[in-house]
């Protein structure tokens, strides 16, 4: 049956209201991000404005920002690739050994607020003198990232056929021979899926970075807040900072939107 009409402009009506929530503060971020503090303040300019580049020279030459990316970079990577290391064979013995236990405390771990860690995770690492180092930043973001990797490959593990493995097995491999030769090889999009939301989450984790790095591992999410001050805010630096932290994870995510759906939708459907 096809739609009344009355329903299909509806339908268009909240489409498009929900696109224009989710783009209309992107865009006036982006705007902001090329006009003077001035012309931010005049209601008059919001459309029609003289565009500079004052903004990103002083995000990228004064504010040291090139420096920020790359320890962002560098952070999201080293906890993306720690936790595929450990999550893919912790994801693999949950799922063909029936480890429910372990899974229910992989999953405690990913629902317990960050923020209730924060004071025992900064009294331990600070009494090892850790705190301000790249070290403890990888570990506090594999928080994140590590049980999520857990749960997108259990359930992409699950819907491998064990038939495979078994046959690998019978002709003399042993458990870690089989997965190393025939499940991971099969789990490319599924590896693929985990490692890049757990690149995401890592790139735009802001409370741990914000309790544990220092001035030389400060990430981008904290250093947007240098344009914050006492007694007044840069906000033409602060829409460009911005901009500099969030259009690069956007366009990633936009680039890579079918591999992580196909991943997601291959563990969901294969068996």
Do not use: C
């Amino acid at each position: 049956m096809k739609p009344r009409p009355a329903y299909r402009v509806f339908r268009v009506a909240a489409l498009v209201f929900v696109v224009l929530s989710l783009v209309a503060p992107l865009v006036w971020m982006v705007a902001a991000s090329f006009k003077t503090n001035v012309d931010i303040y005049d209601p008059g300019k919001a459309l029609t404005f003289s565009p500079t580049m004052d903004n990103y020279a002083k995000v990228l030459q004064q504010a040291n920002y090139v420096e920020f990316i790359v320890n962002s970079l560098w952070v999201a990577f080293a906890a993306t690739v720690a936790s595929l290391i450990l999550g893919l064979p912790a994801a693999y013995s949950m799922s063909r050994f029936n480890m429910k236990k372990s899974a229910l405390v992989v999953l405690m771990a990913r629902v317990i607020p960050g923020v209730s860690l924060l004071v025992p995770w900064y009294y331990v690492f600070s009494n090892l003198k850790m705190v301000g180092g790249f070290g403890v930043l990888i570990i506090s973001h594999m928080f994140v990232s590590l049980p999520l990797v857990v749960y997108i490959m259990m359930g992409y593990f699950d819907s491998l056929p064990a038939e495979l493995e078994e046959a690998a097995l019978v002709d003399g491999l042993t458990h870690v021979g089989a997965f190393r030769r025939i499940t991971l090889p099969l789990s490319v999009p599924g590896i693929a899926t985990a490692g890049i939301l757990s690149f995401i989450f890592s790139w735009n984790n802001f409370m741990f970075a914000l309790v544990l790095s220092d001035a030389d591992t400060k990430t981008l999410p904290v250093a947007i807040f240098d344009f914050v001050g006492y007694a007044s805010i840069d906000w033409g630096g602060l829409m460009a900072a911005t901009t500099v932290v969030t259009l690069p994870i956007m366009l990633i995510a936009l680039f890579v939107q079918k591999y992580v759906v196909s991943g997601l939708t291959a563990g969901a459907t294969k068996g």
